[in-house]
């Protein structure tokens, strides 16, 4: 085949990337005996991203490398079992397929509409070469927006069931790359409901993923999980001095990290690839990874905006168990579902409907009933009403991590909600461990929200989980599994201590959090200052959300979620101009761009609403203010409206946060709008087309 001279010159320059993946094996401290072949490689469609994947002394090592520059060094790959060797040594590569795919798949809701899997597949034999000579395959899958590999071990003589001790897969990143991280063992390990650290990699602790990284040769790196299904969750821990991660799992109360009989399919582990951080939002490494729908018919899975009896509970104004305070009655959730019919919300979350508040609740994991609402909480009258008014009521389902007793109460809670038109439910997991000392995020939990997605599924029901184990892609095959807490939100604002989020933590939150897929942040916060009652002075150390009012409605384009709440409580919209965008903001999108942004300083993003001429932009600061230029050029011919929400005349989130100069002026594809954002603001603007 006669080459053209762009292929010629394609081809030359992924023979030079191949030879230097190949080099990195040299880095390997030991020679390679005269039986470790040449390690093998694979490239990203665009030819940037290269895999190699090779042994030496009978070890299996992979590296990685993106543009000609190493990303990840080699790396170790393996398991321990209790009860049976290591399959780690005396390891030789006896074969290797290769593929390559491209096929575009829709989303019945998402960030954007279509996904292109275009990627590139080697899958490798390998045997162990001493009794009982078992035998896996390691399957590599390179895409230009990253990498990744899982394990599959057949059934065999020598492999049947098992219980894992120990994954040993390593991460040693090339560089001393700058980290974005939580904590994965202190302060609250399972719930991932820390405040982010920045350092090196060699600073770091136990982390959970996703990772996100920026090297030093300027790559970002965002290492995750994709496809769990019956495994257990991955964070990372390691010798973080030598920036070398290996793969940690959450175990069972008996320690084992994973059980079951062969054969054994681990999760991906994925390393999203980019050489700008705006390129990479949206992120969709993870849904490639996991299979199509397994719901048919998805019509009755609906994006949507709600109010709810929430925030009164955090601000312990109301209460979720009985009393004078009680917030779940009757005569209030009516009022929430007037409040949301009126505005074009079409959901209403109730927290403390059900009998099991009272008490210390998580003192005793919980021991809740999910059918059996409290005397003042007419079920059949409130859902009655909703109905009527065109809207569905978000039962609340917390477990308190008592999860026998919510699967005994599965099928049924589910049929009752489905027969009441209950069409949702937010979940929630508050403790560490369940109460037979399983982990939150270990394979016992993997399965059971699993569990909860799939019978919901069978009823007709959308999933909300809090607490939740991180997301890894399921939402492509379960599509009804909507959206998930994972990561510190508004809640903190109103008890969290330390005043309250910081602002900059929204702008991380997008750069690491959010690449694993949506988050129920809740925002919508009007009263910013969070009125105390009466005769209660305001401590500076009090929580309240640390920003603007014109950043509170920008939070529902940045922070993707296909369920956004309008979080506060009621009565704080009456009168308020502002409240007109979260009635206007669309919640589900055909495509998404990244602006612009730096993580922990700002970010702005456009989306575009699903299947409308009309976009929303979305732009935050941290406590600097600053101003970011917004080309229009996504636009299409034409002229358009903007209407802006920007932070008004001296605002800031400090002393004056609910300042907001809300304006409209005419723009086409060739405007660039200058974004300007107080100290902690934002900016939100809802472009509709005029002509
Ligand atoms: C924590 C959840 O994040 C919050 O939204 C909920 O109100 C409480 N748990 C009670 O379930």
Same mark, same amino acid.
């Given at each position: ?48 991203? !290269? ?159 996703p990772?996100t ?9 965002v290492?995750h ?47 999203q ?7 990479l939002a949206?992120s969709?490494?993870g ?158 939990? &993997?399965?059971?929200?699993?569990? &909860? ?57 997008f750069f690491t959090r959010l690449l694993s897929g ?17 005769? &209660? ?79 929303? &932009? ?9 101003? !970011? ?63």
């Amino acid at each position: 085949m006669r080459l053209t001279g762009i292929t010629r010159a394609r081809r030359v320059r992924a023979a030079a990337r191949a030879s230097l993946v190949l080099g990195m094996f040299v880095l390997v401290p030991c020679r390679a005996r005269a039986q470790d072949p040449a390690p093998l490689t694979v490239a990203s469609p665009d030819a940037k991203n !290269v895999v190699s994947i090779g042994t030496q002394h009978g070890q299996l090592f992979y590296g990685v490398e993106r543009r000609g520059m190493k990303v990840i060094l080699p790396s170790r790959l393996g398991f321990a079992f209790r009860g049976a060797r290591a399959l780690s040594d005396s390891l030789r590569i006896t074969g290797s397929t290769r593929a390559t795919y491209d096929s575009t798949f829709t989303l019945p809701w998402g960030e954007v509409s279509r996904v292109r899997d275009q990627h590139n597949e080697l899958r490798v034999s390998v045997e162990e070469m001493v009794a009982p000579g078992r035998k896996f395959t390691v399957v590599v899958r390179a895409f230009d927006d990253g990498i990744a590999f899982c394990y599959e071990v057949a059934e065999s003589a020598a492999f049947g069931d098992y219980e894992m001790s120990d994954e040993l897969t390593e991460f040693t990143i090339a560089d001393d790359a700058r980290a974005w991280w939580i904590s994965a063992s202190k302060p609250r390990p399972d719930r991932y409901e820390d405040l982010f650290a920045a350092s090196p990699v060699s600073n770091l602790d136990t982390v959970h993923t996703p990772l996100t990284l920026e090297l030093q040769n300027g790559i970002k790196a965002v290492i995750h999980e994709a496809h769990l299904v019956d495994y257990a969750g991955m964070t990372l821990a390691g010798k973080f001095e030598s920036r070398t991660l290996h793969v940690s799992l959450s175990p069972w109360a008996d320690g084992v990290k994973v059980r079951g009989h062969a054969p054994l399919i681990t999760p991906w582990r994925t390393l999203q690839l980019a050489d700008r951080v705006e390129d990479l939002a949206p992120s969709v490494l993870g849904l490639k990874l996991n299979p199509p729908s397994r719901i048919a018919n998805t019509a009755w899975i609906a994006p949507m905006k709600y109010d709810g009896i929430w925030w009164g509970m955090h601000l312990n104004t109301f209460t979720w168990g009985e009393g004078p305070k009680h917030g779940a009655t009757t005569a209030n959730t009516k009022r929430y579902i007037d409040f949301a019919a009126a505005n074009g919300l079409k959901g209403v979350l109730v927290e403390g409907w059900n009998l099991g508040w009272n008490g210390d609740w998580m003192g005793t994991h919980g021991q809740f009933s999910f059918t059996q609402p409290y005397p003042d909480y007419d079920i059949q009258a409130v859902t009655q009403y909703a109905k009527q008014k065109g809207v569905t009521i978000i039962g609340h389902n917390e477990t308190a991590m008592g999860i026998a007793n919510y699967e005994r109460q599965l099928d049924s809670a589910f049929a009752l909600y489905q027969r009441l038109g209950i069409k949702s439910i937010k979940s929630g997991y508050v403790n560490d461990k369940t109460q037979e000392g399983h982990s939150h995020t270990g394979q016992y939990m &993997v399965r059971h929200y699993r569990r &909860v997605v799939e019978t919901a599924a069978k009823y007709g029901i959308m999933v909300d989980v809090h607490e939740p184990i991180h997301d890894t892609g399921e939402r492509r095959t379960w599509p009804n599994m909507m959206s998930r807490e994972g990561a510190r939100g508004q809640e903190y604002n109103a008890w969290g201590g330390e005043g309250g989020n910081p602002p900059e933590h929204e702008t991380i939150l997008f750069f690491t959090r959010l690449l694993s897929g949506p988050m129920d942040f809740t925002p919508g916060i009007f009263d910013l200052l969070v009125k105390r009652p009466e005769g &209660v002075a305001r401590k500076p150390e009090d929580s309240r959300p640390r920003t603007t009012l014109a950043k509170q409605l920008a939070l529902y384009v940045v922070l993707y979620s296909p369920v956004q709440m309008a979080a506060d409580l009621i009565e704080n919209y009456e009168g308020q101009p502002a409240f007109q965008f979260i009635r206007d903001v669309a919640v589900d999108w055909d495509t998404t761009r990244v602006i612009s942004g730096r993580i922990g300083d700002y970010v702005a993003v456009a989306r575009k609403a699903k299947g409308k001429d009309e976009w929303f &932009v979305g732009a935050i600061t941290d406590e600097e203010a600053r101003t !970011v230029s917004v080309p229009l050029s996504f636009l299409g011919a034409g002229s358009y409206v903007a209407e802006v929400y920007a932070d008004g005349k001296g605002a800031s989130w400090r002393d004056n946060p609910t300042a907001i100069a809300i304006s409209q002026k005419p723009v086409t594809r060739s405007t660039t709008l200058q974004v300007v954002m107080a100290a902690g603001g934002g900016q939100a603007i809802r472009i509709r087309r005029v002509k």
